[in-house]
């Protein structure tokens, strides 16, 4: 059990040692509450000249649609994240850059690792209950409860966006590695649900059971691996 200030230097500290083993590393990030205090740690240890991203390539997990420019998760990344970053423009990547994010990324190289929050109803980036497997890139709409969810960053309801284009269930399972981070006790039913539970795209983060390296790191519970039994040893072992 962590605080949720050990529980994002335990992030950060990950995507800073992934990035030191592998200097042109290629992360999937996400946006969202629970991981502006890994940002916060990431910058610091940026401005302090400790993280070399000239060669890191970021791609944000998704985005909105139809929104003003302020609450793009582009925007939220470079502010909270890429701005204290020596991170080139030309390494900033985003779904709504391009109608082939898949093929991007495989240019790229492929995931290395791919941070992930998890949604009050099992989402992952925007991958609502329901949606395919196997599925790619895409546009999706988003659920009543994920929008009442993010609403604060809003004037109100109605200006959240009903849409969004976000990495799709196998983009995320192609990454080499993946940690889940989930904080506050508000997330505690659905991260039981989808790790102690069975696998099923009605709980989109449940699939990642099936994955080959998937850490899930709480401030409220004992870690899950996966697959289950890999040591933590192994994992830091990058
Ligand atoms: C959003 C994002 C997800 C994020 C999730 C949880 O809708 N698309 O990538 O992980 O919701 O957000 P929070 O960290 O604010 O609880």
């Not at 070399?52 to 998760?73: G, I, M, P, Q």
């Not at 990324?105 to 109803?121: R, S, W």
């Amino acid at each position: 059990m962590s605080t949720y200030e050990e529980l994002s230097e335990r992030v950060a500290r990950a995507i800073a040692q992934q990035i030191k083993v592998k200097s042109n590393s290629c992360l999937g990030l996400p946006t969202g509450h629970t991981p502006l205090g890994v940002y916060r740690h990431l910058s610091k240890w940026s401005r302090e000249g400790q993280i070399d991203w000239s060669n890191v390539r970021c791609f944000a997990l998704d985005d909105y649609l139809e929104t003003d420019e302020k609450h793009t998760f582009h925007y939220f990344l470079d502010e909270h994240l890429y701005s204290h970053t020596n991170l080139p423009a030309a390494n900033k990547f985003n779904p709504c850059m391009t109608d082939n994010y898949d093929a991007l990324i495989a240019e790229h190289g492929g995931l290395d690792l791919t941070i992930l929050g998890i949604g009050g109803n099992g989402h992952i980036a925007f991958n609502e209950p329901g949606t395919c497997a196997r599925s790619w890139t895409h546009c999706t709409w988003l659920n009543q409860s994920t929008r009442l969810a993010n609403q604060d960053s809003f004037q109100d309801l109605a200006s959240v966006p009903t849409r969004g284009v976000t990495m799709g269930l196998a983009t995320i399972l192609e990454s080499r590695w993946i940690v889940l981070m989930a904080s506050g006790e508000k997330k505690k039913d659905i991260v039981e649900r989808a790790f102690q539970g069975p696998v099923t795209v009605e709980v989109p983060a449940s699939l990642l059971k099936q994955h080959a390296k998937t850490d899930v790191w709480t401030d409220f519970s004992a870690d899950y691996s996966f697959p289950s039994g890999a040591t933590q040893t192994a994992r830091v072992s990058l």
